[in-house]
């Protein structure tokens, strides 16, 4: 069965970059799907963030253009998020998920809270 | 973008009762309508895809309807284990979610 697992810190301090690892397991992320990352606020607001296709190409959120980077180690079966230059409104759930490119998205992994303080 | 109001906020039933919980979209956007579940503390999970295509393993009480504008989520004849957030999302231009209902004990 398909697993999808977060990891990272939990506290970034404003002004840093926030590092995310989703290890999948039970399927390859070159065989097929895009590979999303997707935050909730406290307050339950969920926020598409982008993703990267099986193929390697990728797709973000407008609002987030400009902070955002979504790569990958197809060595380890990993995608990984980059959020540069984070405020405390970055404060959140981070969740990594399965999906058929812009679609509905069948699988996700447990999340991670990450707190954006000095 | 495409903005998604889900109603009621908070639905307030009791085991037996059946719901339903209604999404709307800004602009059309066909059947692009996907509803997801999530329980306190765990991650959303996928019930009904392109507004009422029904997904392996999520138990057929769950049903979607809707097109265009106005989609639907049924729960025929709720359970305990049905309490929790209820999020549509849409796929029609980039991914957007609703702010969620949330549905309680009586």
């Known amino acids: 069965d398909v697993q999808l697992q977060e990891s990272g810190p939990d506290l970034v301090k404003p002004s840093q970059s926030l590092s995310l690892t989703c290890t999948v397991t039970?399927?390859?992320?070159?065989?097929?799907?895009?590979w999303h990352w997707i935050r909730q606020f406290p307050g339950n607001k969920l926020e598409w963030m982008g993703y990267?296709?099986?193929?390697?190409?990728?797709n973000y959120n407008p609002s987030l253009k400009s902070r955002i980077s979504i790569t990958r180690d197809t060595s380890k079966n990993q995608f990984f998020l980059q959020l540069n230059s984070v405020t405390t409104e970055d404060t959140a759930t981070y969740y990594c998920?399965?999906?058929?490119?812009?679609?509905?998205?069948?699988?996700w992994g447990q999340g991670t809270s990450v707190t954006v303080s000095s | 973008d495409i903005v998604l109001t889900q109603s009621p906020a908070t639905l307030s039933v009791t085991p037996g009762d059946s719901v339903s919980l209604s999404c709307r979209a800004s602009?059309?956007?066909?059947?692009?309508l996907h509803w997801y579940q999530q329980k306190s503390h765990e991650s959303p999970r996928l019930l009904i895809k392109?507004?009422?295509q029904s997904i392996s393993g999520i138990p057929s009480r769950f049903s979607g309807s809707g097109s265009g504008t106005d989609f639907t989520l049924s729960i025929n004849s709720v359970e305990t284990e049905d309490f929790g957030m209820y999020f549509c999302q849409q796929s029609n231009s980039w991914l957007t979610f609703g702010a969620g209902t949330k549905l309680e004990l009586k």
């Open positions: 602009q059309s956007i066909s059947n692009n």
């Open positions: 392109y507004a009422s």
């Open positions: 998920a399965r999906g058929l490119g812009l679609r509905d998205l069948n699988y």
């Open positions: 990267i296709h099986y193929s390697g190409s990728t």
């Open positions: 039970g399927y390859s992320i070159t065989s097929g799907y895009s």
